[in-house]
């Protein structure tokens, strides 16, 4: 009994103290003063754009790498082809490798010099805009519908697209009536983990965006500017807007993954 | 429809699943492929099904060669061993799927699902999922989903594999009173001898890829083509080289003639038969079949020492 209670304890204090203290401390000091100055500090038009540049990356930026996602789970668990081992360890290469190498490297493959640097002399701007921004964050948020959707496919087999073939379903038919449902919970969560993760992205993007106020800051950013600027309420006010999104991101999980486990 | 399978061949890497096999099905018949697993008979069947690409042979329909024809152009209804169910419709869409991909009139669909879950005895589950069905509730689901679009053949693979036997047992019965309704050519995989001979009216024994031999259950049992088959059909005693059935075998308490001396090491008691399992001198075991009254008549229990004569053996040339 005693052990129970203590392992209980010990978890909850872990995470309270490590997880809970530090995002309810930024909570604290953004309302330190009321709730007015918070409300001014979110409320600015460079903050309002770095919010809104966020949700436009994010809408890019997720339904691409759903899209992918899905396709390319299909690909590696119901085909064979030559090269698949090397495809899916790639996949996971955007966990494995800092987010900061990502920029660079896009910073090194547009930039003055890059081999598509010369994209920049006709008219086509990659890096310190959106379209580098939105690529970056394409990058590092890839393996997360791909990862969630190949263990259930796998699971769920070849039987219910076989079956659904000799009814007469055409390719498309099964694909859309048979298999997208029976995966759609780990496409869910899958799109769930991809946003949260294109939200929050600071590495990459604050390479790529060459962090030009108003202009190509996204929230992260804005929030680490605003620090260094010592205005402190600005960026708790925005740490607190980019807590909320997760929090947001975390219940629609919640709501996803009970539904998943009764299928 | 009949079918006829002209000298198919399949490999799966090294492993060669079907070795040049030709079969035909007459039309309207229950035709059992009958084999130990991985003896190629469900790739047989995922062959004629059109979910499995033959590297060489053809398949036919009647009189169409389908052996280039994906699956969903050749009208066949397909069962699964583990039925396949599409788990997030309704037994009711389950069912309708065929005939919506189809895209038949709405009153054509609910007329014939509503004939179909009455022919399996599922009307009044109509609006459950698949998870909330017994597997032998699902199993004759799939059936019906198989039959809704009027295949012209019907293809089960182990169909009652996954089931306990008592349920086996009566979709078995079940199977053969909607065969004689229907009238569809079909054709069940099974590994299980005994349910081959109690619902198919013909049998192929297929055997690393091979078929071993085509003939009615009575056939098979009563004159087998070689060793495998005569002792996959049933059980046999192999003397030498002969084979010998234990029902065939006569036992006496008296030595007489050429029988041969044996003890009885076990007694089982299978219901209205008896079978006793012998043991000889030279350490050879053998089993004999016989009725309770034959058993009671000779007071045979273990250690009582028998013997024993074939009364019909069979030996295979090479």
Known sequence: MTAKYALRFGALGYLALLLLLPVGLVFYRTFEHGFHPAWAAVTNPEAQHALWLTLIIAAIAVPANTLFGVVLAIALVRHRFPGRGLVNAIVDLPLALSPVVVGLSLYLLYGTGGWLGGLAGHGIKILFALPGMTLATIFVSLPFVVREVVPVLREIGTDQEQAAETLGAAPFTTFWRITLPAIRWAVGYGVVLTTARAIGEFGAVSIVSGRIEGKTETLPLYVQSQFEGFNTTGAFAACVVLALIALATVLVMRIFRPKEEAA | ?318
């Open chain 2, 1 to 318: 429809m009949g079918i006829t399978v002209v000298e198919v061949t399949k490999q799966f890497g090294d492993f060669v699943a079907l070795d040049d096999v030709s079969v035909a099905i007459p039309e309207g018949s229950l035709t059992a492929l009958l084999g130990p697993s991985g003896s190629g008979k469900s790739t047989l069947l995922r062959v004629i099904a059109g979910l499995e690409k033959p590297d060489g042979g053809q398949v036919l329909l009647g009189d169409d060669d389908v052996t280039h024809q994906p699956a969903r152009a050749r009208g066949v209804g397909m069962v699964f061993q583990h039925y396949a169910a599409f788990k997030h419709m309704t037994v009711w869409e389950n069912v309708a799927f065929g005939l919506k991909v189809r895209k038949r009139p709405k009153s054509e669909i609910e007329t014939r699902v509503h004939e179909l879950l009455e022919l399996v005895q599922l009307e009044g589950l109509a609006k459950r999922y698949p998870a909330q069905l017994s597997g032998g509730q699902r199993q004759r689901m799939a059936l019906a989903r198989a039959l809704a679009v009027d295949p012209e053949v019907l293809l089960l693979d182990e169909p009652f594999g996954a089931l306990d036997a008592r349920v086996r047992k009566e979709l078995r019965a079940w199977l053969r009173r909607l065969h004689e309704e229907v009238h569809v050519t079909t054709i069940i995989v099974t590994h299980d001898q005994e349910e081959a001979m109690e619902v198919a009216g013909q049998i192929v024994v297929i055997n690393q890829g091979r078929v071993e031999q085509v003939g009615t259950p009575r056939e098979l049992y009563e004159s087998p083509a070689n060793e495998f088959v005569m002792s996959f059909v049933g059980p046999v005693n192999k003397l030498g080289d002969t084979f010998v059935r234990p029902r065939d075998i006569s036992l006496s308490l008296e030595p007489e003639g050429d029988a041969t001396e044996a003890m009885v090491e076990r007694i089982v008691h299978l219901g209205f038969e008896v079978r006793a399992e012998l043991v000889r001198d030279d350490g050879q075991h053998l089993l004999a079949q016989l009725t309770q009254e034959e058993a009671q008549a000779l007071e045979l229990e273990r250690g009582v020492i028998v013997y024993a004569k074939p009364s019909r053996q069979t030996v295979f040339t090479r």
